[in-house]
């Protein structure tokens, strides 16, 4: 009998300290699905697939950043000015880890965290790589923390890209930047 009760005390105990487990997971109240999600893109292109394969070679770069979408909207020019120093797309300031040397604007960039900006034109974009890390919008931009900016020419597509995109591409020196969103696109070029 005492063994009886003593299961009985036990399952009892089991059962309140689980309900209370249970009571404080439902009290956590996770954030609604970003209507700007955020993506990265590597290069080399697909790396962490790659990595998987045992294919991936030296990773040199990835880029992460916001994914806004056009939705019938005027991007450049109007929801993004021109003249203005702003963020790429939405929410945080666009990211930019460096895994091995790479040139920009005859500029060495060193391992490490950058920030990436961009002043708009209609023929031509102003790149700004920033020192300043984890910052929201261009909201915290300190031109002080600028390491280079490079300009780089508009092209004009004649299909719209629906969400901001970015890819690297490979080139003969290294990997251009590709940057595309509404009926524009822009190469950003980088050497290795």
């Known amino acids: ?3 009886v009760l003593l299961l009985i005390f036990l399952l009892a105990c089991c059962t309140w300290a689980t309900q209370k487990g249970y ?3 439902e009290q956590v109240k996770f954030p609604p699905l970003d209507v700007s999600p955020m993506d990265m893109s590597y290069y080399p292109p697909n790396y962490p697939a790659a990595k998987l394969r045992g294919n991936a070679g030296q990773l040199i770069m990835r880029v992460i950043y916001s994914r806004p979408q056009k939705k019938g909207r005027t991007i450049f020019g109007g929801l993004e000015p021109f003249g203005k120093v702003d963020r790429l797309g939405a929410n945080e300031a666009d990211e930019l880890d460096v895994f091995s040397p790479v040139t920009i604007g005859g500029k060495t960039l060193q391992p490490g965290r950058y920030t990436f900006y961009a002043i708009f ?3 031509k974009w102003t790149f700004i790589v920033n020192s300043e890390t984890d910052t929201w919008g261009a909201f915290g931009y300190d031109p002080q923390k600028d ?3 490079v300009d780089v020419p508009v092209q004009h597509l004649s299909e719209p890209v629906e969400a901001l995109s970015m890819v690297f ?3 003969e020196k290294g990997a251009d930047l ?3 969103w509404d009926t524009t696109m822009v190469r950003v070029p980088f050497t290795f």
Request: no cysteine; hydrophobic share 35%.
């Open 178 to 180: 590709v940057i595309g």
């Open 1 to 3: 009998m005492k063994k």
């Open 147 to 149: 390491i280079v900016r």
């Open 23 to 25: 009571a404080q997971q």
């Open 169 to 171: 591409q490979k080139t």
């Open 121 to 123: 034109q209609p023929d």
